[in-house]
């Protein structure tokens, strides 16, 4: 995974913003979402945006900038400031009762206090701020604590009630329809890591793939850097050494670059450990030993009983006892100030407590409930009627909305579209324009899917049309180029934290008379095509329509090519891989990829048949994951 560095330019954009209560912002938001891809230039931008919030009075503005430096000076080992900053951070927010980013900065200062192994203040401090966050009803503020949770409890061997937190995390950050992407892709990680720790391999497996899908998507190279560490730890769990070594390396490495200095004991101690077993003791020794350097340094007090723990260990291997000795008796000390039974206990009875003061809680909201649902039963039956007229009318638009297949048919007789929305109302759409005599054709995948996919699906669409009839602009990658700008522009992204967007696969076509000239621009998409009976494929760039314009963006490229008669291309969007099983795999890109060219030879009506009948048999009865949306066109 590559760390964008961005230019000096893209950072003063932020200038072209009048409102500087609005610039500052776009600017905590862009350092939220890019503070593990670029943590230098996001520590530093959310120092200015600071200064800028002290200067004009702007208390919000000032919360969020502390948490973000907080953030980043925790990360840097910098633990004094970062409490510093977060403490600030929490009584700004107090005064002005806002809570939004609450529960992520007291996630932050609870992960503080267990990385230093105050293991029961940090619990005790997340179970108060969950119940505060009940009481002003901030629900979606408690997502970071219940991660926190998962983390501590998978510490304790806890593996269940770590599923548990870790599970209660994930729903909310979906439910909230990305409150935080980067969080959801950490949590996946947590649930990968639990079930490598509870030997159920196969699902660690799917877990981190997901996690590592996530990372990958949104460059965020801190988890790359821990899906490294757990790919490892699931190797050496299968005695894969050479493998789990690799993976290790590649995880400090990363963590390196940085001085992510925790973390880069963890990735050094694993690394001894597989040197371990490989017989390798000499090189394992400097491994432990350059990790409790870096332990001491930072004073992190369970990460320096390991060292000494694993000291001890291989001074014995190598039959040095006086060592050995000195090295347990240190573990022994350390541990018994860090952890204990009774500390377990402890945690153990805070966590019952709280479990039996929630339990009733909701006992007292279900009964008051059943009052309420009595009087309201009839009202919901009513509102679901209306809502439900609603889709429906929704539905009749949208199908209206897209180009009729005769219509594609008749420039391309030998076509098919497979086109199944999850739900009534879909956000992945196609569309088609001819102009002059260039030919338009896009397949369009929305964020998101049901309501919220379909009003970005008749956004699409409306944009597509303005920036093709009456803008008349011929290259695909400027016309995708120009629906970004609008995208954004119209939903004022620069000033919200709205990330909606669309990926896009977009060609257009020239006939000659020998061939055709095709151009093609991609949005997160490809576009798929067999010709003479080889399979190619056409990448588009790696960056999506709309959402927060990161340092990284670029213009989209336009593609140039000739296209033979008898070619068969496919344009799609991602709901097709995506598609589960009930072992809950998905039917993956390169398994789509070879259908794609095994069909390619078959009449276009067998080709749509093989791709429902494909698709029926491997999802069998499993609900449906996303919209899907497959056009295939011959030449």
Not at 410 to 416: D, T
Not at 532 to 554: A, C, D, H, P, V
Request: net charge neutral; hydrophobic share 35%; proline share 2%.
């Amino acid at each position: 995974m590559t760390k964008e560095n961005p230019s000096e330019e893209s950072i003063t954009n932020f200038d072209n913003i009048e409102d500087e209560a609005t610039r500052i912002d776009a600017i905590c938001l862009f350092c939220d979402q890019n503070r593990n891809a670029l943590p230098k230039e996001s520590l530093q931008l959310s120092q200015k945006a600071y200064q800028l919030a002290q200067k004009i009075g702007y208390q919000k503005g000032e919360a969020s900038c502390l948490k973000g430096l907080g953030y980043q000076h925790w990360h840097l080992s910098e633990i004094a400031l970062a409490r510093q900053e977060l403490l600030a951070s929490r009584n700004i927010m107090a005064n002005i009762n806002y809570y939004y980013e609450w529960g992520e900065v007291c996630m932050i200062e609870a992960m503080i206090m267990w990385s230093q192994g105050d293991y029961e203040l940090a619990m005790n401090y997340v179970l108060d701020n969950i119940r505060l966050l009940d009481e002003r009803q901030e629900t979606h503020a408690q997502v970071w604590l219940y991660w926190a949770l998962g983390v501590y409890n998978y510490d304790l061997k806890n593996y269940d009630k770590s599923l548990k937190y870790y599970s209660q995390a994930l729903e909310i950050c979906r439910v909230m329809q990305r409150y935080n992407a980067d969080l959801e892709g950490w949590t996946l990680l947590g649930l990968g890591t639990v079930y490598r720790a509870k030997e159920e391999q196969s699902k660690a497996l799917e877990y981190l793939e997901e996690a590592k899908r996530f990372s990958k998507k949104y460059n965020q190279w801190m988890q790359a850097a821990r899906i490294h560490f757990e790919l490892g730890n699931l190797k050496l769990s299968q005695q894969k050494l050479d493998e789990a070594k690799a993976a290790y390396l590649e995880s400090y490495e990363m963590r390196k670059s940085y001085q992510l200095k925790p973390a880069m004991v963890s990735s050094l101690l694993s690394l001894a450990e597989v040197k371990t077993q490989q017989e390798y003791y000499q090189e394992a020794l400097l491994d432990v030993q350059e990790a409790l350097e870096i332990a001491s340094e930072i004073n992190t007090r369970a990460k320096i009983y390991q060292c000494h723990q694993k000291l001890a260990q291989l001074y014995e291997l190598l039959a040095d006892y006086q060592q050995a000795y000195h090295h347990i008796q240190l573990f022994y000390q350390i541990k018994s100030g860090v952890v204990s039974e009774e500390t377990n206990k402890k945690l153990n009875v805070l966590e019952a407590n709280f479990a039996a003061e929630k339990a009733e809680q909701e006992k007292e909201i279900h009964r008051l409930k059943n009052v309420e649902l009595k009087i309201a039963h009839n009202d919901i039956i009513k509102k679901n009627k209306e809502m439900m007229a609603s889709i429906t009318y929704a539905q009749r638009i949208q199908k209206a909305m897209l180009p009729p297949l005769q219509e594609i048919q008749a420039m391309f007789p030998a076509s098919f579209v497979l086109f199944k929305p999850r739900n009534i109302v879909s956000g992945d759409f196609y569309w088609f324009k001819k102009v002059g005599n260039q030919t338009f054709l896009a397949a369009v995948d929305c964020t998101g899917h049901g309501i919220p996919g379909a009003f970005m699906s008749m956004l699409g669409y409306s944009l597509l049309n303005e920036i093709v009839n009456e803008q008349q602009i011929p290259k695909p990658g400027e016309v995708l180029d120009q629906l970004h700008r609008q995208i954004r522009k119209v939903l004022r992204q620069d000033q919200t934290r709205n990330r909606d967007g669309m990926d896009v696969c977009l060609c257009s076509f020239t006939r000659g008379q020998e061939y055709a000239t095709l151009q093609f621009a991609g949005a997160k998409r490809s576009l798929y095509y067999v010709e003479n009976q080889q399979f190619k494929e056409m990448k588009g760039n790696r960056q999506n329509i709309g959402g927060f314009e990161g340092l990284s963006y670029t213009k989209f490229s336009t593609i140039e090519t000739k296209i033979y008669p008898e070619a068969m291309l496919y344009l799609t969007t991602d709901g097709y891989s995506d598609t589960p099983n009930f072992k809950r795999k998905s039917f993956g890109q390169e398994r789509f990829k070879r259908l794609l060219q095994e069909i390619a030879t078959e009449p276009i009506r067998d080709q749509k048949q093989r791709l429902e009948e494909t698709l029926s048999n491997f999802q069998q009865n499993i609900e449906q994951r996303d919209d899907i949306l497959v056009i295939g066109i011959k030449l």
